[in-house]
């Protein structure tokens, strides 16, 4: 059942389809829930382990955090429950949002339910798998680097990263705070748009919030207005036949519905992996700090002092690939490499918002495409910079605030989703909607 249907549901219906969706959430085999939970009463809702939910455990995929009660609900899940929405599990994800696989959990990996030997991607793995298995209706991630859009795309489903700034923040547990949002991942773009209408708006409580009204997006969906939409031709060839056929086949259904097409060239994306991992890495290190075992979560016994107290619980506490993170994040930091790393990954964060803003001087749109690649084995991605490599169509986005939704456009011969995503200028979020409501229905997907 689509989310916009069940919401006209009446009370016995949605108890109903809250059993049901229930029984599918403990039949899967995709290991998509960390946990259900079936106290709510209102349509049911999957939410990414990172969100608050008030008395929830809520532990970001992570060993670190186990033991750990949210004491308040995030912005969005308030929201949630004032349109009618109650959430009935956590989903599962990389550890703090680490990931492009869904494989660095405590609670073990996610599997994509087109081919349980193949990952559904990351970080929001679970909440992906979970919609396209029919085990959620619709549900929450959270995109610093693409981890919305990516595992949409591997698991072909829609994703939307909103502009940075049209979530409210609050309650999400941060992992880079100048890129994190949190988004919808959804069954298709009209369900998109209620989710995102429902979630969006300012929030005092959270400082970055942009103070601006949000405008509807669902009464305005119009898939018959057209747009000049950008290519970007050097882009398309980091990718492989399969994304390569996806574009020819979606640049052939846009000019078909009337959309005009543009090609242009950007810099080379290992400049936004690069730039990304030093932001994101210096971010998490600081917004990591605060897991010492004093005040959250799970903490180390048989301590000598104080300091051991913090070493021995986040030795134990962390995974490898958020120790990772947290050494980098603390090098690039540090006095000696700071103006190195740190502030000239600020400045190439610069160049690329104004590569970005030439382009929406003559375009409506940018089309791209998500990964380089289908979704990959379980297992296959040990390497982590060939894991940091895969995120390069996604992570620019967030490094400039950009709005940017994924869906999927067909399949591969093996039967695996392909997206491609629509980029969009900062707090211009229609266009986006309107033009990927026309490409779905030329593609034809499900
Ligand atoms: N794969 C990217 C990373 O590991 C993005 C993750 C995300 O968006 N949370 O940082």
Redesign the pocket.
Same mark, same amino acid.
């Given at each position: 059942m689509k989310l916009r249907d069940a919401l006209k549901l009446n009370k016995d219906e949605v108890k109903s389809l809250r059993e049901d969706i229930l029984s599918k959430a403990k039949q899967s085999k995709i290991n998509a829930y960390i946990s259900t939970d079936s106290s709510g009463d209102g349509v049911p809702i999957l939410v990414k382990d990172n969100i608050q939910v008030k008395n929830w455990s809520v532990t970001s995929g992570s060993k670190i955090l186990q033991g750990y009660i949210a004491p308040y609900s995030a912005t969005v899940i308030d929201k949630l429950n004032s349109a009618g929405l109650s959430p009935l599990g956590r989903a599962n994800m990389?550890e703090f *949002?680490? +990931?492009?696989t869904t494989e660095s959990s405590f609670y073990g990996a996610t599997l994509n339910p087109h081919d349980i030997s193949r990952v559904p991607g990351? %970080?929001?793995g679970g909440s992906a798998a979970a919609v396209a298995e029919g085990s959620a209706i619709a549900a929450l991630g %959270? =995109?610093? +680097? +693409?981890? &919305?859009r990516?595992p949409a795309s591997y698991c072909g489903v829609v994703g939307f990263k909103p502009t940075y700034g049209k979530v409210s923040r609050y309650g999400l547990g941060a /992992? *880079?705070s100048s890129? =994190?949002q949190i988004g919808p991942i959804t069954q298709d773009i009209e369900d998109c748009a209620v989710l995102y209408d429902i979630i969006a708006g300012y929030d005092p409580k959270d400082s970055t919030s942009a103070n601006l009204e949000h405008t509807p997006i669902t009464p305005n969906l119009d898939a018959d207005k057209t747009y000049t939409i950008a290519v970007i031709d050097n882009y398309i060839d980091e990718a492989n036949s399969d994304i390569k056929e996806a574009y020819s086949l979606a640049i052939k259904a846009l000019q078909d519905a009337g959309h005009t097409i543009i090609h242009k060239t950007m810099s080379n994306t290992k400049y936004d992996i690069a730039t /990304? /991992?030093i932001i *994101?890495t210096a971010e998490a290190a600081t917004n990591l700090a605060r897991y010492d075992g004093i005040r959250y979560g799970r903490r180390a016994e048989d301590v000598k002092n104080i300091k051991d107290l913090y070493v021995k619980t986040r030795s134990e506490g962390f995974g490898d690939e958020v120790k990772r993170r947290i050494l980098l994040g603390n090098f690039v930091l540090s006095s000696g490499y700071y103006d190195a790393y740190y502030l000239k990954a600020q400045q190439v964060r610069h160049l690329i918002r104004d590569e970005f803003s030439k382009i929406f001087d003559e375009a409506d749109l940018i089309l791209s495409p998500i990964t380089p690649t289908v979704a990959p084995k379980v297992g296959e991605t040990i390497d982590p910079l060939q894991?940091?490599k895969?995120?390069m169509f996604? &992570?620019a986005i967030?490094l400039v605030g950009l709005p940017a939704l994924s869906l999927p456009i067909m399949k591969n011969a093996d039967g695996l989703p392909v997206g491609l995503q629509l980029i969009a200028k900062t707090f211009n979020e229609q266009p986006i909607f309107n033009t990927a409501l026309s490409l779905e229905k030329r593609v034809n997907y499900n």
């Open positions: 990389d *949002a680490m +990931g492009s990351g %970080s929001s %959270s =995109d610093t +680097g +693409g981890s &919305i990516q /992992y *880079a890129l =994190d /990304y /991992y *994101a894991m940091y895969s995120d996604t &992570i967030n």
